[in-house]
T-cell receptor
Framework: AQSVTQLGSHVSVSEGALVLLRCNYSSSVPPYLFWYVQYPNQGLQLLLKYTSAATLVKGINGFEAEFKKSETSFHLTKPSAHMSDAAEYFCAVSESHTGGFKTIFGAGTRLFVKA | NAGVTQTPKFRILKIGQSMTLQCTQDMNHNYMYWYRQDPGMGLKLIYYSVGAGITDKGEVPNGYNVSRSTTEDFPLRLELAAPSQTSVYFC?????????????FGPGTRLLVL
């Protein structure tokens, strides 16, 4: 069964520093991959998605993610953290299978940004 | 467009009580979903619907029921509330099956069962 692993439940960076949030999935078939962001007391919003086009995907707010099939990874990065980036980030994998679909969410990584 | 709306925002239930969580979307999406979010556990799919009159179980359906009489509405029913159902519930929708389709989420309903 497909699974999603997000390394680190909490990540803390200084304002202006590189943000790196890790996501690994388990699938031999390239799936559809997503990063969602959740701000406090809000629902999830799509940050970016990979749908088998370019392996480097650019999203909103300066975030990007690179699909690496050999490493089964889809890590999220941003060159320079801003205070407003403090939120929880979820990696998700979606794949079709007989009889329907399945979207699996990772456990989430909470990003803290220090002034 | 209001997107996906959920009511109530917060509710406290006693064990054994019942309630309905409301979800409405105004984007004419075919697919709708109910998830629960527990700390450190990510989101788990409870039920989903691929269109009016069609629903199916997700990963954690026990203790819940759903109906889909219209495209816009997808209520989630808790018949006998239990402490294990304390969670944050999110409704979501998408135009088609979530292969590459984005899911749009409501703001959530925080439920506490005591």
């Amino acid at each position: 069964a497909q699974s999603v692993t997000q390394l680190g439940s909490h990540v803390s960076v200084s304002e202006g520093a590189l943000v790196l949030l890790r996501c690994n999935y388990s699938s031999s078939v390239p799936p559809y991959l997503f990063w969602y962001v959740q701000y406090p007391n809000q629902g999830l919003q799509l940050l970016l998605k990979y749908t088998s086009a370019a392996t480097l995907v650019k999203g909103i707010n300066g975030f990007e993610a690179e699909f690496k099939k050999s490493e089964t990874s889809f890590h999220l990065t941003k060159p320079s953290a801003h205070m407003s980036d403090a939120a929880e980030y979820f990696c998700a994998v979606s794949e079709s299978h007989t009889g329907g679909f399945k979207t699996i969410f990772g456990a989430g990584t909470r990003l803290f940004v220090k002034a | 467009n209001a997107g996906v709306t959920q009511t109530p925002k917060f509710r406290i239930l006693k064990i054994g009580q019942s309630m309905t969580l409301q979800c409405t979307q105004d984007m004419n999406h075919n697919y709708m979903y109910w998830y629960r979010q527990d700390p450190g556990m990510g989101l788990k799919l409870i039920y989903y619907s691929v269109g009016a009159g069609i629903t199916d179980k997700g990963e954690v359906p026990n203790g819940y029921n759903v109906s889909r009489s219209t495209t816009e509405d997808f209520p989630l029913r808790l018949e006998l509330a239990a402490p294990s159902q304390t969670s944050v519930y999110f409704c979501a929708s998408s135009y088609s099956k979530p292969g590459e389709e984005t899911q749009y989420f409501g703001p959530g309903t925080r439920l506490l069962v005591l």
